[in-house]
């Protein structure tokens, strides 16, 4: 199962919105809505900020937001701030029953 | 409060074997799925297994098949991730991450524990 395909790196300004995707197969991205998104800052345990390709778990901020068309899922960051500068990964289920995770996107605030 | 608290850093030479604990805490244990995902040094998130809330249902990625081991102890609320024939390539943090059953998302993260491979 290769890693998700997503870019090695965005930035954007504070205030400026940015996105990242993630690209599958039919095989997991494309056959599930099981998509989910993490934060991960350095020295800390990985963050669940979007689940079900979309849905935010209570107390995470409205400012990420998630969609998928095809093989293909987004995560948007709108209104960034400094505080949203970390490695952002996509997961997938499989059609496998395995887990996928994508390569990672490091997000730089400018 | 909810917490996942694994076990110490490691240190392995290679061919050797290591177990990493995951105790959980501050929920019922037997009511969710635990996953294992490691990071190596410069590396992203890889998803290394499960074990189901039964206790005894195991999927581990095609990679790891033959390598590792998962298992649970319901007297301990503890999971272990047991990996095998380790390589430098192994050396990672090792994190153990909760999954509600059928919700297929990882919604708490034990705080990872160190594994580092050398001779």
Not at chain 1, 21 to 41: E, F, L, R
Request: glycine share 10%.
């Amino acid at each position: 199962q290769s890693a998700l395909t997503q870019p090695a790196s965005v930035s954007g300004s504070p205030g400026q919105s940015i996105t990242i995707s993630c690209t599958g197969t039919s095989s997991d991205v494309g056959s599930y809505n099981y998509v989910s998104w993490y934060q991960h800052h350095p020295d800390k345990a990985p963050k669940l900020i979007i689940y079900d390709v979309s849905k935010r778990p209570s107390g995470v901020s409205n400012r990420f937001s998630g969609s998928k068309s095809g093989n293909t899922a987004s995560l948007t960051i709108s209104g960034l701030q400094a505080e949203d500068e970390a490695d952002y990964y996509c997961n997938s289920f499989t059609n496998s029953g395995t887990y996928v995770f994508g390569a990672g996107t490091k997000v730089t605030v400018l | 409060q909810m917490q996942l608290v694994q076990s110490g850093a490691e240190v392995k030479e290679p061919g050797a074997s290591v177990r990493v604990s995951c105790k959980a805490s501050g929920y019922t244990f037997t009511h969710y799925h635990m996953h294992w995902v490691r990071q190596a040094p410069g590396q992203g998130l890889e998803w290394m297994g499960i074990i189901k809330s039964d206790g005894v249902t195991t999927v581990y990625a095609q990679k790891f098949q033959g390598r590792v081991t998962v298992t649970s102890d319901t007297s301990t609320n503890t999971v272990y991730i047991e990996l095998s024939s380790l390589r430098s390539e192994d050396s990672a943090f090792y994190y153990c991450a909760r999954e509600s059953p059928f919700t297929f998302n990882f919604d708490f993260w034990g705080q990872g524990t160190l594994v580092t491979v050398s001779s």
